[in-house]
């Protein structure tokens, strides 16, 4: 089921392609929206199709890896938590910009325990037409229970 729900989410996502940031925060910042508002459709809409992810010790090397492994997962995550941005610096020039972002993430897991957490985010993005796009992504966290949490969450099996 998972890989069909994620076939229409790339499907979806190449129609809504052009709704990525204007400048390179917004490309980030609507990522994150899309997957509070659990919308696969959008979030896809926010990555470049080279989209390579680092997550917690692992990687996913394309956009359709991503979608299928670390995609579902992160919509959860953002479903019980709220990143609160704590700092931010871009750079970069012409076609190619970076988004560093240090978030306070806060919540509850779905098995009851708290999160309380500072979530560091590397975010590389591109300008494709006269939008930006997330080509590259890596995350990591100053709480190792978590990316074990996060970790365990990749094993489960799809539904």
Do not use: C
Request: charge should be neutral; charged fraction near 20%; avoid cysteine.
């Amino acid at each position: 089921m998972r890989p069909l729900l994620v076939a229409t989410g790339l499907a979806l996502a190449g129609s809504a392609w052009a709704q990525s940031g204007k400048l390179p925060a917004d490309a980030v910042d609507g990522f994150h929206a899309a997957l509070k508002r659990k919308d696969t459709g959008a979030a896809l809409s926010h990555l470049d199709r080279g989209l390579v992810v680092f997550e917690f010790g692992t990687m996913d090397a394309t956009v359709e890896a991503y979608a299928l492994s670390h995609l579902p997962s992160d919509i959860d995550m953002a479903a019980v938590s709220d990143w609160k941005l704590q700092a931010r610096r871009l750079g970069g020039s012409g076609n190619e910009r970076w988004v560093l972002s240090t978030y306070r993430v806060t919540g509850k897991l779905p098995n009851g325990r708290e999160i309380d957490q500072v979530t560091l985010e590397t975010a590389i993005v591109r300008r494709v037409g006269d939008s930006f796009r997330i080509v590259h992504l890596h995350w990591s966290s100053d709480k190792s229970d978590f990316q074990s949490w996060a970790q365990a969450q990749q094993q489960r099996p799809a539904p």
